[in-house]
């Protein structure tokens, strides 16, 4: 039997849409309808599929106004965030339509024959995505996969499956043939477990929480299933007393607070060396109150609403700790919460290890460059983080030491379609984008030819 879903708009709390979710019988037709897709996907030839590709998006690009409308609607992300992410599927099926032609295998050198690898395409690939970056994370799972000839079932998170399902539609007019990417709205418990357990797919790609990510991981055990998991962050944002403190100030506010604090590569610790602590919270906190949180429609917004009632609620149990400063945000209705700085008394404290998923930043101070390595490796997660400083070597140094995926330096980017993303420890397991991804989504197959008489 299925389920309604009524989408709340988390900036009005006002009901968007009703979105009916699929159940398991819906789901096996699903898988099975991609499975019989992928006989006639794979055999496409490489360079049709290639512009298959490219004409998905450009016809996402040309949506980016709808889809960017949808996104703010139903996630609550600025119009400036939300526009980029409509731009950034578009990139990524560009960067991987040219994967079709360059799937290259190798040529061994053996005695007495040739010996070939080819890249085969696994299947029907589960694509599972979380309500904090519906857009991207969606194509970050897709595009390549389906440029290197695998078929795709995803399923949006609940709470945020409008652009998902636009993007369904929008495949379908671009020219991929039908059943070759499917959107299947529907729980997690329901749907998303189901991609686990279906024999027929092949391979999951799941983001979102660290505890649901294991109990993947230990589904896919079961049949040897390929995963590959974003998950979790607690990232530092490391700040030595060398470097520009007025910049590393500027930028802090972005670095955390950005789509609500709800992005695994927020930089919630701030780590800033003992000697530059007061000239840095004085900056930060001009930044701070600059920050703007408001109608996340507006061109001029900084941060909108957090996804949900339970979200904020989840997220203002880390409260009780001493506050530096906040930020302002608007009243009345919406799941509005202000930008917050902590200042935990001891590492041991709450808000410096869980991941809060809000616009909650927690503030320590460090004595010099060992321990302040020390301080950014204590922690179960390893996705991202910052380091500013003018001492080029130092940055090396630092940026070698510290456990994590992806780090920048005198910067808080870490998120370019072409160069590689995922995470050490419990942050996950494999590297989505760039020019490896396409790895996680064929097998090597090695063909051994005898020449011999
Ligand atoms: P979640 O439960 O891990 O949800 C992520 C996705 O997995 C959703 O599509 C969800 O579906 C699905 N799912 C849930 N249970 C499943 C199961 N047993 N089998 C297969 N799929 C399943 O995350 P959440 O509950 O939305 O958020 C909780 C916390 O996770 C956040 O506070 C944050 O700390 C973390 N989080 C991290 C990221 C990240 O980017 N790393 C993203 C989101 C959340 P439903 O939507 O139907 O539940
Ligand atoms: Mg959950």
Not at 157 to 184: H, Q
Not at 329 to 339: Q, V
Not at 389 to 416: H, M, P, Q, Y
Not at 433 to 440: K, Q, W
């Amino acid at each position: 039997m299925s389920s309604v879903y009524e989408v709340i708009n988390p900036a009005t709390e006002k009901v968007v849409t009703a979105i009916e979710l699929a159940d398991e019988a819906a789901t096996d037709a699903a898988i099975e309808r991609a499975h019989k897709a992928f006989d006639t996907w794979r055999h496409v030839a490489p360079g049709d599929r290639a512009k298959m590709l490219r004409s998905f998006a450009s016809v996402v690009s040309a949506h980016r106004e709808e889809l960017a409308a949808l996104e703010i609607e139903n996630s609550g992300h600025t119009r400036g965030n939300a526009l980029w992410e409509a731009e950034n599927v578009a990139n990524v099926l560009n960067y991987y339509s040219a994967a079709p032609e360059r799937l290259f295998g190798k040529q061994i050198p053996v005695p007495n024959g040739i010996d070939i690898t080819f890249k085969e395409p696994l299947g029907v690939i589960g694509v599972i995505v979380p309500w904090n970056f519906p857009m991207p994370i969606a194509g970050w799972g897709f595009a390549p996969a389906l440029a290197a000839g695998n078929t795709v079932v995803l399923k949006p998170a609940e709470y945020t499956p409008m652009t998902a399902i636009r993007l369904g539609e929008l495949a379908l007019e671009a020219g991929i043939p039908k059943d070759v990417f499917t959107v299947i709205p529907g729980k997690g418990s329901i749907v998303g477990a189901r991609f686990v357990t279906h024999p027929k797919v092949r391979k999951i790609v799941f983001t979102g929480s660290t505890q649901v990510g294991k109990s993947i991981m230990a589904g896919c055990a079961d049949q040897v299933k390929r995963v590959t998991l974003e998950l979790g962050g607690k990232s530092a944002n490391v700040i030595f007393a060398d470097s520009d403190i007025e910049k590393a100030a500027a930028n802090a506010p972005g670095a955390v607070f950005d789509n609500a604090g709800q992005d695994c590569c927020a930089r919630s610790r701030i780590l800033v060396e003992k000697s530059a602590f007061d000239k840095f919270m004085s900056a930060f906190e001009v930044a701070v109150k600059k920050f703007r949180v408001e109608d996340p429609s507006l061109a001029t917004s900084d941060m909108g609403p957090m996804i949900s009632a339970k979200q904020k609620a989840a997220v203002e149990k880390y409260l009780d700790e001493p506050v530096a400063f906040t930020g302002s945000a608007p009243s009345g209705p919406g799941f509005w919460l202000p930008p917050t700085v902590l200042l935990p008394t001891s590492t041991k404290s709450k808000s410096w290890n869980d991941e809060i998923f809000g616009p909650v930043v927690s503030v320590m101070t460090f004595d010099g460059e060992d321990d302040a390595i020390a301080k950014a490796n204590e922690t179960e997660f390893g996705l991202s983080g910052s380091i500013w400083t003018r001492d080029s070597g130092k940055a090396i140094r630092v940026s070698r030491a510290i456990e994590s995926g992806n780090l920048s330096v005198n910067s808080n980017s870490s998120v370019r379609y072409w160069t590689p993303f995922g995470g050490y420890k419990q942050s996950g397991l494999g590297r989505e984008l760039g020019p490896d991804a396409l790895d996680s989504f064929t097998e090597v197959k090695n063909v051994f030819i005898s020449t011999g008489k």
